[in-house]
């Protein structure tokens, strides 16, 4: 489908900081406004892996990434306007506190002439909470269509909220949650693992408490399509092979679309289920994800090891990402100590630690130009490899991730984002 110009509800759910409850409430919107009525969307501003798995079954559709560095305007534009054309409402969950990064989610809320709703943990306060509001508007400012106070103790909790919110409308509460999303150490656990996860959605939407007049009152945001270039097929006849399961789940949906885009047929494998790696595959692309607490599986996993050292030796294209890259080393050593044999495709040990090791938006340069996207890691690797290139972290231009090639295979902890550069994406699953 598609279209000129669209228009929708558009909201940005923001904080003032990371833990205030963005995902939950987020999610509790988009299953109560769908139990509405009402057709959503749901982007994820930043990059991000786990979070759009939640609000994907949340809302039942894939969730896209926005940014305006990694992505770029123009695409995230193309990509509100699809949506705009397609549903009744769009939300957009920021990342971090609202003016956090740069670009913020600010930024992008001011981009595209989007209100901003707050979220604010109102569990240790109450009136405050509307000092915090004022705080948000004005800092930036940005268009704050109002709060939704979360963890919110009890009915009179929440008036007193409101009474403090001057001009600023309290869009909603949602009471403390007995039953949360769990977490652990790269963000939130994947949605296969949560115990009815369909029955936490489903309270959370019954617990959240909208003023539907002041979400009425929302204006819709309209969105013209850009020009954008076509991608050119230059995957055309090549099949890629995709290692997808919980150990390597960290893949973004437009990814994907791009491989596709670039002519690639694309085929999808289970190491944890020893899958082999399909024997119609020209490439293979190992993403990131827990490698760490999943060793044993991968360890035992004897066919999948021998198709994986058998691709690498006939010069099969590999690109390792991350927890990609961790399952090729000598050795992982995971949280509690224990170290476990990889599949020595690089010389070395990775080593799981309690600290985060890196984490933002990087960038590598290629012939095709600038590639874009981020690392998040808790892990080190411990090798004497010496890297043929390095990224550049987008905030200071400082030197980022090592970038490792072994004749066809390349490896990082650099997560690549295809689509901000597809002509550079389509060599690294050419041959040399």
Known sequence: MVVKTSSAKVVLISAIA???????????????????????????????????????????????????????????????????????????????????????????????????????????????????????????????????????????????????????ALFGSLRRQERALPERHLGLVLPQEVVQLETILEQLADQLEIDKQAWDQLPLTEFSLPDLPETPHLLQGKTIAIAQDAAFAFIYPANLDCLRQLGAELVFFSPLADQSIPLQADALYLPGGYPELHAATLVAARHWQNSMRAAHAAGMPIVAECGGMMVLSDLLTDQQGQSWPMLGLMQGQIVMQQQLAALGAQALATEQGELRGHTFHYSRFETDLVPVANTVKHWNSEVGEAIYLDGNLQASYFHAYFSSNPAATAQLFLKR
């Open 18 to 168: 990371s833990g205030q409850g963005k995902t939950t409430t987020t999610a509790a919107l988009a299953r109560k406004l769908i139990k509405m009525g009402q057709s959503v969307r749901i982007f994820k501003t930043g990059p991000d892996f786990i979070d759009p798995m939640i609000l994907a079954r949340a809302s039942g559709a894939p969730v896209q990434s926005l940014d305006l560095w990694m992505v770029g305007l123009a695409a995230s534009q193309a990509m509100l306007a699809q949506a705009a054309a397609e549903v009744d409402v769009i939300l957009i969950e920021g990342v971090m506190g609202l003016y956090d990064g740069n670009p913020s989610s600010a930024d992008l809320a001011r981009a595209f002439g989007v209100p901003v709703l707050a979220v604010l943990d109102a569990s240790a306060m109450a009136q405050t909470v509307g000092a915090l509001a004022l705080g948000l508007r004005d800092f930036g400012p940005v268009n704050l269509a109002g709060v939704i106070a979360n963890r919110v103790a009890s009915e009179g909790h929440a008036k007193m909220v409101a009474a403090a919110m001057r001009d600023i």
